[in-house]
């Protein structure tokens, strides 16, 4: 094992410019964040030129990821074997947390409501060193982006089907605005947290079109976890429980510790992305039980392939 250092980029999320430089520091603003183990990292937060800069003097990384790094040209974190993989997701992870905690602290004290929910974009021009003095960049480091491999294209098939849609008012479920905000969101964790949502309020809706008795209960009651929702519920409603209904038990106790244990969770962008085309699956599944003779229905599985 060897300790490199670690500097990396990333630019701030912003609402709106306006007022950008109104209450913000006209030069860059340097603050040291302290380590149970290893020295202190550096966090500068440039507001004039609207990104964070992080510089962690001390990570430990396997022999082979340092050979890597002197001698690829691009490194696909996918490509490599699983332990170093790991070691690149962990190295992103360790930048991401720095910057945030150091810029959410200013955020939020200070009142720069400028700032996006999502404080940073993906990190850029991450460099790494064996001597804390002379870096060098990490060769081509690609990160992960989701994305539907396939759509479906608007022609005379699918507009004559879109039409017979809005004739019998076939609707979007509202949960599928929580669905695509997980697919555009950067930050695994609250790729996660929408996913979930969209989970949840998707089985409700559907029940509610399914059967409209329901649809005051479903308002005014606490919900069952989804264990049960997309399992026992959904058969005695549908005829059949969710295939996904085991990952979506999973990814639902996951979401409840990233809300309230989430500095003691970490969720990789690979596991995310991942979760997210489950629930993807499992709403394109019910969509398939709520309007069976629907062309459009029976071919949204085309657009389950998401991935990095």
Known sequence: ???????????????????????????????VLGSTAGAPSTVTIDFPNKTVEVLLP????????????????KVYANAYPVELAGTIEAIKQAMQYRAR???????YFL???????????????????????????????IGGAMGFR???????????????????DFRPFLAMRHLYRAIQESSP?????????????AIKEFLARKQPDLEVLLAHLPSPPLLRLYREVL????????????????????????????????????????????????????????YPDWVISANLKDLDRVGM
């Not at 990233?258 to 599944?285: F, G, P």
Request: net charge negative; charged share 25%.
């Open 1 to 31: 094992m060897i300790k490199i250092s670690i500097r990396c980029s990333f630019n701030i999320r912003q609402v709106t410019e306006t007022d950008w430089h109104a209450n913000t520091a006209s030069s860059p603003a340097t603050f």
């Open 58 to 73: 001390e990570f430990e990384v396997e022999d082979g990821l340092v050979s890597c790094l002197k001698n690829a040209d």
């Open 101 to 107: 905690r150091v810029l959410e602290h200013a955020k």
């Open 111 to 141: 009142g720069l409501d400028h700032i996006a929910d999502d404080v940073i974009t993906d990190w850029h021009e991450p460099m790494w060193s064996i001597n804390s003095v002379a870096f060098q960049r990490f060769p081509g480091l």
């Open 150 to 168: 396939h759509s479906m294209p608007l022609n005379d098939k699918t507009r004559a089907a879109l039409q017979e849609g809005l004739d019998k």
């Open 189 to 201: 964790r609250f790729k996660w947290i929408d996913a979930t949502i969209a989970a949840e309020l």
């Open 235 to 290: 058969e005695k409603h549908a005829g059949e429980k969710s295939p996904y209904w085991k990952e979506l038990d999973n990814g639902s106790q996951k979401r409840n510790k990233l809300v309230h244990q989430h500095e003691a969770i970490v969720v990789t962008e690979a596991e995310a992305i991942e979760y997210v085309s489950v629930v993807m699956k499992a709403i394109h599944h019910l969509y398939a039980l709520l």
